[in-house]
């Protein structure tokens, strides 16, 4: 079992700045892909990036592309979340999720797989004001 906990997340105006975090624990050896899912009120679940174990190739959402960098830090089992140039669009509860993947390719696909993932956060609220 792996416990996935995020933090970060907050109010910031249009064009602010917000980094998200999240701290894994127990059994992590199916944290080989990490990502961040995002959920707006009456939205369904999007896959915002993906970042393999070893950092190389990560995957964005087209709608934050340019805007959000993904990155891990393997040795405190942490992946974070900078998000720039936010718009109220960006208005979600954003979630950190785990799964054991073989390569890059497969965790890329992970933000749109019919399997989800194994193991997911609370979530933490982001709301950027017009």
């Known amino acids: 079992q792996v416990q996935l906990v995020e933090s970060g997340g907050g109010s910031v105006p249009t064009g602010g700045s917000l980094r998200l975090s999240c701290a894994a624990s127990g059994d992590t050896a199916s944290t080989s892909c990490m990502a961040w899912f995002r959920q707006a009120p009456g939205k369904g679940r999007e896959g915002v990036a993906s970042?393999?174990?070893?950092?190389?190739?990560?995957a964005y959402a087209g709608s934050v592309r340019g805007r959000f960098t993904i990155s891990r830090d393997n040795a405190k089992n942490t992946v974070s979340l900078q998000m720039n140039n936010l718009n109220p669009e960006d208005t979600a509860v954003y979630y950190c999720a785990a799964a054991p993947r073989a390569n890059p390719f497969q965790c890329e696909v992970v933000l749109h797989d019919q399997q989800p993932p194994i193991s997911w956060g609370r979530g933490t609220q982001v709301t950027v004001s017009s």
């Open positions: 970042i393999y174990t070893t950092g190389s190739s990560p």
